[in-house]
């Protein structure tokens, strides 16, 4: 059963199909893989397993899902696009499937050819993340064929949430609660990462969440360094801290939370300063998330409070983003950024620095839907505990 209904989808199509038009294209390839899935994920609401693909949208007709015969089946029971086409490149290298119907881009021009008659421009979206191989056999099966890039144009479609997402997005924060609470609960002295991811994992899975955004991240001591660790067998061990993160999934969309847990009772009185920093650009950022605002400027508070507590060296990542099909998706609104934040988009606050020699890696996050009349949380009770003084 499809995740993506057709009321959410046709309108996608039919959006993309004015860049189309206005871009002079005759047909748009838009390439996904289990890395890439959202911009595949947007007009299908799928993504296979083991294999890669496509979806071909032609200036007018039906909209062609492009894979291997291995997916074929699953894409479609699950795909909103169930037309298919199998081509070798985005097979299992060396697997046979000999009673597939297996075909290649000649053959694929030609068909679109006595479909539409001339094609002349073709667009090709996600281009960048595309094998080699690929990309030089889509060239030689469009030969004459002018490929235009415009993964930039496809990727402000999903900007701006609808709210259809909007509610997959804050029930996805709803799951990431639950799997908050047990993840909690299950840090103790003598439990291993995986248990605490474990925790977690089954919070989400056992409430009917349809993935995960990323694989849990569980680092305690010194493992936090790591920036995204995922869960090892090391033993958590009382008086350290462990840096937790989880991104449950409501079909396909992801939700988030992100904090650190001190084991084996409270923090410390150096830890705890450790989280008033955190704490403190975290409220900073999250008072600079004004509508129309650019990201240098939002960057710019909680950027300036770490240099003037001689953390800077300690920074990895910026302190926004937004989130939907992937737990982190642009625009970033990062020092350099001019993104406009504007209404209608979803967006995590995301403050972190790892590498302190007393405090390793540490990191709070949760997430907002931005109105004209400001930020709207996502989870009221993460929002309560990252802006409160612990």
């Not at 089954?202 to 009917?208: I, L, P, Q, V």
């Not at 704490?279 to 508070?301: C, E, M, N, S, Y």
Request: proline share 6%.
């Amino acid at each position: 059963m499809p995740y993506l209904h057709a009321a959410e989808q046709l309108p996608r199509i039919e959006r993309l199909r004015a860049i189309m038009h206005q871009q002079q294209l005759d047909a748009v390839l838009v390439y996904y893989d289990e890395f890439n899935i959202g911009n595949g994920w947007y007009l299908t609401g799928w993504c296979p397993q083991f294999e890669s693909g496509a979806v071909l949208v032609p200036r007018t007709g039906p909209c062609l899902l492009l894979g291997g015969p291995e997916s074929e089946p699953f894409a479609k029971l699950d795909s909103a696009i169930t037309e298919t086409r199998n081509f070798p490149v985005f097979m299992v290298p060396d697997e046979e499937y000999p009673n597939a119907v297996i075909i290649g881009f000649p053959k694929l021009f030609a068909e679109l050819q006595q479909t539409l008659g001339t094609v002349k421009r073709v667009g090709l979206v996600g281009g960048g993340r595309m094998p080699a191989d690929c990309h030089r056999q889509i060239l030689a099966g469009f030969a004459g064929v002018e490929l235009v890039d415009c993964t930039a144009a496809f990727v402000q479609l999903r900007f701006a949430k609808s709210a259809w997402e909007l509610a997959q997005i804050r029930a996805a924060f709803a799951l990431a609660d639950h799997c908050y609470a047990a993840m909690r609960e299950a840090a103790r002295p003598g439990a291993s990462e995986i248990q605490v991811a474990a925790a977690g994992e089954y919070a989400a899975r056992s409430r009917g969440a349809s993935g995960f955004g990323f694989s849990a991240i569980v680092g305690s001591g010194k493992r936090a360094n790591a920036v995204v660790p995922t869960a090892s067998s090391k033993v958590l061990a009382s008086g350290e801290m462990a840096m937790v993160g989880i991104a449950p999934k409501v079909n396909g969309y992801a939700g988030v939370v992100g904090d650190m847990l001190p084991i084996g009772g409270g923090f410390s009185a150096s830890q705890k300063a450790c989280i008033e920093h955190l704490r403190a650009a975290f409220q900073l950022t999250k008072d600079a998330l004004v509508p129309g605002r650019v990201g240098k400027q939002i960057d710019a508070p909680a950027r300036a409070y770490f240099a003037k507590h001689g953390l800077s060296q300690y920074l990895v990542c910026p302190f926004v983003h937004t989130i939907g099909l992937h737990e982190a998706e642009s625009p970033f609104f990062g020092p350099h950024s001019h993104d406009e934040l504007k209404p209608g988009m979803a967006i995590s606050i995301d403050i972190s620095f790892f590498g302190h020699p007393e405090w390793n890696g540490a990191r709070i996050e949760t997430g907002y839907e931005v109105t004209a009349a400001g930020l709207v949380p996502f989870s009221p009770g993460m929002d309560h505990l990252l802006t409160s003084v612990r």
